[in-house]
């Protein structure tokens, strides 16, 4: 809890990369970062907390259209991430080389729900597009 705002933040790093569920967006697309802004009951924050974690541990997915943030920053990118057995095997070493990737996100700071940032943005490097998307 921020007690300068009585607001919640849930801030996710996804160490595998989440496959995007959102219903119109037809192009295969993965998220890897997300900021959620709360306000309320700090249980309800947990439950939602705990619903995100568990379709992620299920299916490796995240469906922000599910979220009830009364704000947001999610960012992504276009492209199909690799089976997560390929993912672990190269993480483990076992190619002769690691991969690791070692971030400490901060939560955003001042973030009220006046702020309204409500940034959902899909990149597609190779095209050079980004897709602005409003939940």
Known sequence: MDFDTKLYQITIKFNYPATLVLEGFEKPAVIELAYLLYEGDYRRVIIEA????LEYKEAYTFSPEKIRAIDYHIEGCI????PPEVHEEYLSGKHGHGVCIMHRIAP???WTKD????YFII???NGGSRYQIEL
């Open 115 to 118: 702020v309204g940032d409500k």
């Open 50 to 53: 705990q619903n995100i974690l």
């Open 79 to 82: 492209g199909k991430v690799l």
């Open 123 to 125: 990149t597609d490097i």
């Open 108 to 110: 955003l700071k001042n």
